[in-house]
């Protein structure tokens, strides 16, 4: 009897626990999932505009004039990615610590001594007056809605707060932060000026970061400032706070091929840029149609228009081309300022206040230079000398936005290339096709042009020498149409030949992508829409091409190295996530990266070209251990199996993909609730690219986005991205495409059946 009631009572408690879950998941979700049907009236609006969702929740926004389909898309938006847009402008404002706290105090110091809030508020007034209106109409679209008292977002009720309505350079403020991230000169002109400190020279850095073969003698003879003992700790602390904030890994594919290397009787274009994998997704799917104007792909939530896509008459596709827009001048003080041009220069000082949560206002006076901020004094070294910092996105008149609008309505090359006159910065690598069967690139952006024996690869001294001369000319920037190999591919890559008559950046990136992407090009006389896929997924490694031969010559100790050695030697080299030889080949050059660490002062030092070199030629990191180099990577073959263990795990159980929340994954209590991960091949230099961390082998970095476009028959075309398209943690669209984005689907490049329609209409 005491047994039945006992059982009787648990059996109630769970009923009662499964009950007040069940509510309490449906409170959650009714209070911050967004109305996606019906009709919303909204102040702003002059006429009826509409929002669509189809099954997969890929957005498709109509509006009878320009002003109202971006107002609508600023609407847009806001439902599916409010907390992500706060994020992006708070972290841009250095305005974190006003809702995380102290934590986040050490990244708002920087972003404002950064500037790039500034720098935003400057590029809304370079804008034409065109421009701005529509910028005004997104800015007002995103307000309007706030103004509904909409639902807000799990994030906003965990941190307690409600989003400010939003300004212009609230929006035009994420623009800056991409380009920051996709300027990667700042952080090499830093690890050189260290390794300076640390006693090495110019020769020896050389080879450990050694240049495309043509440009080293020009890095060996490079200008620099000469750093002292203290300098080596605050180029390693002001490194270490911006890989904290934006590691610099990215990296990208494109390619098209016009007709005659087709099978489709148009031209093809590719494209999947490589960036930091979130949750959210960094983008969302969206199609937008109003009188005279149709375009879809990709957009950045925050920002209006599509950033890439296709339109009913042209497609584009970006990379990041990675010139060198950013120099390091090392500033001699003297009582009163620092010298200039033979003359002492006040400091021109802006106060900032930063607000903490829970704590008393943090006030910092940030110092500016006839180049830019005193960037050095973000973090606090003693003893260093200072650093400012010149960047193209933080000077005046970034008509960055402008630019990709007019993209998004250009019928042909000639409209395309002059809508890239006004772009600034981050200079990309942009193809182009057309319905009519043209392609063509442009590499635009404003790029400096230094002098003689300087090549930005190191601080150099800032007494005004070494000032930049103005701007290579749009018309000599790196361009082609219509090449008679009938395909253009950039990967990040170097871009120009040998004899190009300006200096554009010494640090480009591996060939291995582009060298992989053309060679299964040429394989084929013609290529469809099917073969694009398959290239575009490719995780066939070139790095492990180029370093079989070294693993050929080892003499492993251990009779299960000798057995890996025979593995490894009869693979093909295709890093897929089920494949375990990825993973010993990726555990055994990431030990070979740590050849130099005691010299370097790093723990990894991915250079594949170096360690090449080192394995065929002999190297003194070698003879500082005492062995030869080939010796040492027979150890690293042990150490790697050792790492991995007795029993080998797949390479995509070893490497998942990662999709952190950049604010919840810190939090242990939460992160199950808004982080993904999922299996995933390839390595930094495969096609289908898994760059991953090396302490443990997790991707943070991959294909951000996947585009195909059949300019023949537009309809055939296809994109995908992963997590999904809401960036709200209750909705079935939170990451949905995931499991798609990971086996290699895609879904058409257009808004699909409507599953909901939200109809605006313009408040009486």
Same mark, same amino acid.
């Given at each position: 009897?005491?047994?039945?009631?006992?059982?009787?009572?648990?059996?109630?408690?769970?009923?009662?626990?499964?009950?007040?879950?069940?509510?309490?998941?449906?409170?959650?979700?009714?209070?911050?999932?967004?109305?996606?049907?019906?009709?919303?009236?909204?102040?702003?609006?002059?006429?009826?505009?509409?929002?669509?969702?189809?099954?997969?929740?890929?957005?498709?926004?109509?509006?009878?004039?320009?002003?109202?389909?971006?107002?609508?898309?600023?609407?847009?938006?806001?439902?599916?990615?409010?907390?992500?847009?706060?994020?992006?402008?708070?972290?841009?404002?250095?305005?974190?610590?006003?809702?995380?706290?102290?934590?986040?105090?050490?990244?708002?110091?920087?972003?404002?001594?950064?500037?790039?809030?500034?720098?935003?508020?400057?590029?809304?007034?370079?804008?034409?007056?065109?421009?701005?209106?529509?910028?005004?109409?997104?800015?007002?679209?995103?307000?309007?809605?706030?103004?509904?008292?909409?639902?807000?977002?799990?994030?906003?009720?965990?941190?307690?707060?409600?989003?400010?309505?939003?300004?212009?350079?609230?929006?035009?403020?994420?623009?800056?932060?991409?380009?920051?991230?996709?300027?990667?000169?700042?952080?090499?002109?830093?690890?050189?000026?260290?390794?300076?400190?640390?006693?090495?020279?110019?020769?020896?850095?050389?080879?450990?970061?050694?240049?495309?073969?043509?440009?080293?003698?020009?890095?060996?003879?490079?200008?620099?400032?000469?750093?002292?003992?203290?300098?080596?700790?605050?180029?390693?602390?002001?490194?270490?706070?911006?890989?904290?904030?934006?590691?610099?890994?990215?990296?990208?594919?494109?390619?098209?091929?016009?007709?005659?290397?087709?099978?489709?009787?148009?031209?093809?274009?590719?494209?999947?840029?490589?960036?930091?994998?979130?949750?959210?997704?960094?983008?969302?799917?969206?199609?937008?149609?109003?009188?005279?104007?149709?375009?879809?792909?990709?957009?950045?939530?925050?920002?209006?228009?599509?950033?890439?896509?296709?339109?009913?008459?042209?497609?584009?596709?970006?990379?990041?081309?990675?010139?060198?827009?950013?120099?390091?001048?090392?500033?001699?003080?003297?009582?009163?300022?620092?010298?200039?041009?033979?003359?002492?220069?006040?400091?021109?000082?802006?106060?900032?206040?930063?607000?903490?949560?829970?704590?008393?206002?943090?006030?910092?006076?940030?110092?500016?230079?006839?180049?830019?901020?005193?960037?050095?004094?973000?973090?606090?070294?003693?003893?260093?000398?200072?650093?400012?910092?010149?960047?193209?996105?933080?000077?005046?008149?970034?008509?960055?936005?402008?630019?990709?609008?007019?993209?998004?309505?250009?019928?042909?090359?000639?409209?395309?290339?002059?809508?890239?006159?006004?772009?600034?910065?981050?200079?990309?690598?942009?193809?182009?096709?057309?319905?009519?069967?043209?392609?063509?690139?442009?590499?635009?952006?404003?790029?400096?042009?230094?002098?003689?024996?300087?090549?930005?690869?190191?601080?150099?001294?800032?007494?005004?020498?070494?000032?930049?001369?103005?701007?290579?000319?749009?018309?000599?920037?790196?361009?082609?149409?219509?090449?008679?190999?009938?395909?253009?591919?950039?990967?990040?890559?170097?871009?120009?030949?040998?004899?190009?008559?300006?200096?554009?950046?010494?640090?480009?990136?591996?060939?291995?992508? /582009?060298?992989?992407?053309?060679?299964?090009?040429? =394989?084929?006389? *013609? !290529? $469809?829409? #099917?073969?694009?896929?398959?290239? @575009? %997924?490719?995780?066939?490694?070139?790095?492990?091409?180029?370093?079989?031969?070294?693993?050929?010559?080892?003499?492993?100790?251990?009779?299960?190295?000798?057995?890996?050695?025979?593995?490894?030697?009869?693979?093909?080299?295709?890093?897929?996530?089920?494949?375990?030889?990825?993973?010993?080949?990726?555990?055994?050059?990431?030990?070979?990266?740590?050849?130099?660490?005691?010299?370097?002062?790093?723990?990894?030092?991915?250079?594949?070209?170096?360690?090449?070199?080192?394995?065929?030629?002999?190297?003194?990191?070698?003879?500082?251990?005492?062995?030869?180099?080939? /010796?040492?990577?027979?150890?690293?073959?042990?150490? =790697?199996?050792? *790492? !991995? $263990?007795? #029993?080998?795990?797949?390479?995509? @159980? %070893?490497?998942?993909?990662?999709?952190?929340?950049?604010?919840?994954?810190?939090?242990?209590?939460?992160?199950?609730?808004?982080?993904?991960?999922?299996?995933?091949?390839?390595?930094?230099?495969?096609?289908?690219?898994?760059?991953?961390?090396?302490?443990?082998?997790?991707?943070?970095?991959?294909?951000?986005?996947?585009?195909?476009?059949?300019?023949?028959?537009?309809?055939?075309?296809?994109?995908?991205?992963?997590?999904?398209?809401?960036?709200?943690?209750?909705?079935?669209?939170?990451?949905?495409?995931?499991?798609?984005?990971?086996?290699?689907?895609?879904?058409?490049?257009?808004?699909?059946?409507?599953?909901?329609?939200?109809?605006?209409?313009?408040?009486?």
């Amino acid at each position: 009897m005491l047994w039945r009631l006992v059982k009787g009572l648990v059996i109630a408690l769970l009923l009662i626990v499964l009950v007040a879950i069940g509510f309490g998941y449906y409170y959650v979700r009714t209070t911050t999932l967004p109305r996606t049907s019906g009709r919303l009236a909204l102040k702003g609006l002059s006429a009826t505009a509409e929002v669509l969702r189809d099954d997969r929740g890929v957005l498709l926004v109509k509006a009878q004039s320009l002003p109202d389909l971006f107002f609508a898309q600023g609407v847009a938006h806001a439902q599916e990615r409010l907390w992500q847009m706060e994020f992006q402008r708070r972290l841009g404002a250095g305005r974190l610590a006003e809702v995380l706290g102290p934590a986040a105090l050490s990244t708002d110091k920087f972003m404002r001594t950064l500037g790039v809030y500034r720098a935003a508020e400057d590029a809304y007034r370079a804008l034409s007056p065109a421009t701005r209106d529509l910028l005004d109409a997104y800015t007002a679209g995103v307000n309007a809605y706030l103004e509904s008292h909409p639902p807000l977002p799990l994030e906003f009720k965990l941190l307690g707060f409600k989003p400010a309505p939003w300004k212009p350079a609230d929006v035009l403020v994420w623009a800056k932060l991409m380009s920051w991230e996709l300027s990667k000169n700042y952080d090499q002109e830093l690890l050189r000026y260290r390794l300076l400190a640390r006693g090495l020279s110019k020769a020896r850095i050389n080879r450990l970061m050694p240049p495309y073969p043509e440009d080293a003698p020009t890095v060996l003879r490079s200008a620099a400032a000469r750093p002292g003992p203290a300098d080596e700790r605050l180029a390693g602390a002001l490194r270490a706070r911006d890989r904290a904030l934006f590691p610099r890994l990215g990296a990208s594919n494109n390619w098209v091929l016009a007709p005659k290397k087709t099978t489709t009787g148009g031209a093809l274009l590719a494209n999947d840029p490589h960036l930091r994998l979130t949750a959210p997704s960094i983008w969302i799917l969206m199609e937008l149609k109003a009188p005279g104007f149709h375009a879809v792909g990709a957009s950045f939530p925050g920002l209006p228009g599509i950033v890439i896509g296709r339109n009913d008459a042209i497609a584009w596709g970006v990379t990041n081309m990675g010139p060198d827009v950013q120099d390091l001048y090392v500033l001699k003080e003297v009582k009163g300022g620092y010298l200039y041009q033979g003359e002492v220069r006040p400091y021109r000082v802006r106060r900032e206040t930063i607000r903490v949560k829970g704590e008393k206002p943090v006030v910092l006076n940030v110092r500016e230079t006839v180049y830019g901020p005193v960037i050095s004094d973000a973090v606090e070294v003693p003893g260093g000398r200072p650093l400012a910092l010149r960047w193209v996105s933080l000077d005046p008149g970034d008509t960055t936005l402008q630019a990709f609008l007019k993209i998004d309505a250009a019928r042909n090359w000639q409209e395309f290339t002059e809508a890239l006159k006004d772009y600034v910065a981050p200079s990309q690598n942009f193809v182009f096709a057309d319905r009519k069967g043209n392609i063509g690139y442009y590499a635009p952006g404003r790029i400096p042009i230094r002098k003689p024996g300087h090549t930005g690869a190191y601080p150099v001294p800032g007494d005004g020498s070494w000032d930049w001369q103005g701007w290579i000319p749009f018309e000599a920037l790196p361009h082609v149409y219509n090449p008679p190999q009938g395909y253009i591919v950039t990967a990040n890559n170097k871009v120009v030949p040998k004899g190009y008559p300006y200096l554009l950046e010494v640090d480009w990136n591996q060939p291995f992508r /582009a060298m992989r992407i053309e060679e299964r090009i040429r =394989a084929k006389p *013609r !290529l $469809g829409l #099917e073969d694009l896929k398959a290239i @575009q %997924l490719d995780q066939v490694s070139l790095l492990y091409r180029l370093f079989r031969p070294v693993l050929a010559k080892l003499k492993p100790r251990s009779q299960r190295a000798r057995t890996w050695q025979k593995r490894l030697l009869a693979w093909d080299g295709n890093e897929t996530a089920k494949s375990e030889e990825a993973a010993v080949f990726e555990a055994w050059y990431t030990e070979l990266t740590r050849l130099p660490q005691a010299e370097v002062g790093e723990r990894y030092w991915d250079r594949p070209r170096y360690l090449l070199a080192a394995m065929e030629e002999g190297d003194p990191a070698c003879q500082k251990r005492g062995m030869s180099c080939l /010796a040492f990577a027979a150890q690293a073959l042990e150490a =790697a199996l050792d *790492r !991995l $263990g007795p #029993e080998i795990r797949p390479w995509g @159980q %070893l490497h998942p993909a990662v999709f952190a929340h950049l604010v919840m994954s810190k939090d242990p209590r939460v992160r199950p609730i808004f982080e993904r991960r999922i299996a995933h091949g390839g390595d930094r230099h495969t096609v289908n690219v898994g760059i991953y961390r090396p302490e443990d082998f997790r991707m943070f970095w991959g294909p951000s986005y996947r585009q195909l476009v059949d300019l023949a028959h537009p309809d055939r075309s296809l994109f995908i991205h992963p997590m999904g398209q809401s960036g709200n943690v209750m909705s079935r669209h939170y990451a949905d495409l995931l499991p798609l984005w990971a086996r290699g689907a895609y879904l058409p490049m257009r808004a699909g059946e409507p599953r909901a329609r939200l109809v605006l209409e313009p408040a009486r």
